[in-house]
């Protein structure tokens, strides 16, 4: 029908993890069907995210409860949350994102004012960097850590972001 809407997408992404202290923050895509279902980022058990978190931050993330792993990924000024708010997927992959809708970034401002350098967890996460450096964010897309991403070693990745860890915060 000419004019009507796109119906409204059928899956919804999670809150940030965030809070007024943050000054880093790390933007995935969405979650996948794995996280979906356990109410959790990252849960998949073949994504490296947590490992990756791990070793940067020098804490057994993965081997805390996951109430526990935001609380000490937030104690080191870090946020997590994803680019979309909602979409429609058959699967976990990126590449089957449909009817998207973008998290509402304008209020990062306010919840973390602190805020100065943003990672892209990954390509499709970080076709929104532009986005963020021109309003004046530190920005960096990291190689991602699905476990669909097999063009790097988990060695590399942590070399990458480490690298990004490391840099300034503006």
């Given at each position: 029908?000419?004019?009507?809407?796109?119906a409204?997408?059928?899956?919804?992404?999670?809150?940030?993890?965030?809070?007024?202290?943050?000054?880093?923050l790390?933007?995935?895509?969405?979650p996948?069907?794995?996280?979906?279902?356990?109410?959790?980022?990252?849960?998949?058990?073949?994504n490296q995210?947590?490992?990756?978190?791990?070793?940067?931050?020098?804490?057994?993330?993965?081997?805390?409860?996951?109430?526990?792993?935001?609380?000490?990924?937030?104690?080191?000024?870090?946020?997590?949350?994803?680019?979309?708010?909602?979409?429609?997927?058959?699967?976990?992959?990126?590449?089957?994102?449909?009817?998207?809708e973008?998290?509402?970034?304008?209020?990062?401002?306010?919840?973390?004012?602190?805020?100065?350098?943003?990672?892209?967890?990954?390509?499709?996460?970080?076709?929104y960097?532009?986005?963020?450096?021109?309003?004046?964010?530190r920005?960096?897309?990291?190689?991602?850590?699905?476990?669909?991403?097999?063009g790097?070693?988990?060695?590399?990745?942590?070399?990458?972001?480490?690298?990004?860890?490391?840099?300034?915060?503006?």
């Open positions: 029908m000419p004019g009507a809407r796109p409204a997408p059928s899956l919804r992404g999670f809150p940030p993890v965030i809070n007024a202290k943050v000054e880093r790390i933007l995935g895509s969405f996948s069907e794995a996280s979906l279902a356990a109410g959790q980022y990252y849960a998949h058990p073949r995210f947590w490992r990756l978190l791990s070793d940067l931050l020098g804490e057994p993330l993965t081997e805390m409860p996951y109430r526990r792993r935001l609380q000490r990924v937030l104690g080191h000024r870090l946020a997590i949350w994803d680019v979309l708010h909602a979409c429609d997927r058959e699967g976990s992959g990126d590449a089957s994102i449909r009817n998207r973008s998290n509402q970034f304008v209020r990062l401002h306010r919840l973390a004012p602190r805020l100065a350098a943003v990672a892209f967890n990954g390509q499709t996460a970080g076709r960097a532009s986005e963020f450096a021109a309003a004046g964010f920005t960096t897309v990291l190689p991602s850590s699905s476990p669909a991403h097999a790097r070693s988990y060695a590399q990745k942590l070399v990458i972001w480490r690298q990004w860890w490391a840099g300034p915060i503006p």
